[in-house]
């Protein structure tokens, strides 16, 4: 299975804060990556497909980046309603997998 | 608008069989794939397999492999994930959803709302 690494896991951050997520694939998986948000008692939500492309209806203070093994997800200026748990996701292979998750709490 | 609605939540004991359910409406059952992820409580997610509802074309986790069952009834727009003995490990809150494939592009789009599988003595 290809082993997908976010960092941080967790991050204190502040409203209008710009906040930087990323994921490490063990293996190359071109732009085959998602990001996914979820709330507390909520299923997780697609913010960006292939990497780097805004699902509609998301706002776009985020965006992502990368290929090969190396990617990002950037919040450009964090809003109360993005604290959340984000989780990356490689659709390359089967068995799809998820990054353990990076909680972004309230400073 | 497109749909997943799962069924409720259930408590079941060790050892007990389940099949827990996700119905699709607003689009074309049978046109896309649906998977089950599972969230073990405080846990991140986990995909567990995927099947295509036209033919029942199942691809399974080697973890899930075995383990549970993946089945969907075309005629009825729904999805099952089952377990013929649970444990106590299987407690967690499953999720189905679609996958979008096309254009060299696979992710989930849509999710239902979760199932909350307690499996205790």
């Known amino acids: 299975d290809i082993q997908m690494t976010q960092s941080p896991s967790s991050l204190s951050t502040s409203v209008g804060d710009r906040v930087t997520i990323t994921c490490r694939a063990s293996?190359?998986?071109?732009?085959?990556l998602n990001w996914y948000q979820q709330k507390p008692g909520k299923a997780p939500k697609l913010l960006i497909y292939a990497a780097s492309n805004l699902q509609s209806g998301v706002p776009s203070r985020f965006s992502g980046s990368g290929s090969g093994t190396d990617f990002t997800l950037t919040i450009s200026s964090l809003q109360p309603e993005d604290y959340a748990t984000y989780y990356c996701q490689q659709s390359y292979i089967n068995p799809w997998t998820f990054g353990q998750g990076t909680k972004v709490e309230i400073k | 608008e497109v749909q997943l609605v799962q069924s409720g939540a259930e408590v079941k004991k060790p050892g007990e069989s389940l099949k827990i359910s996700c119905k699709g409406s607003g689009y074309s059952f049978t046109n896309y794939w649906i998977g089950w992820v599972r969230q073990m409580p405080g846990k991140g997610l986990e995909w567990m397999g995927i099947i295509w509802p036209s033919d029942s074309d199942t691809r399974y986790s080697p973890s899930s492999q075995g383990h549970v069952t993946i089945s969907a009834d075309k005629s009825i727009s729904t999805a099952y994930l089952q377990w013929s003995s649970l444990q106590a490990s299987d407690t967690a809150i499953y999720y189905c959803?679609?996958?979008?494939?096309?254009?060299?592009?696979?992710?989930?789009?849509?999710w239902g709302q979760g199932t909350l599988v307690t499996v205790s003595s």
């Open positions: 959803a679609r996958r979008y494939g096309g254009n060299d592009r696979y992710y989930f789009d849509y």
């Open positions: 293996q190359s998986i071109s732009t085959y």
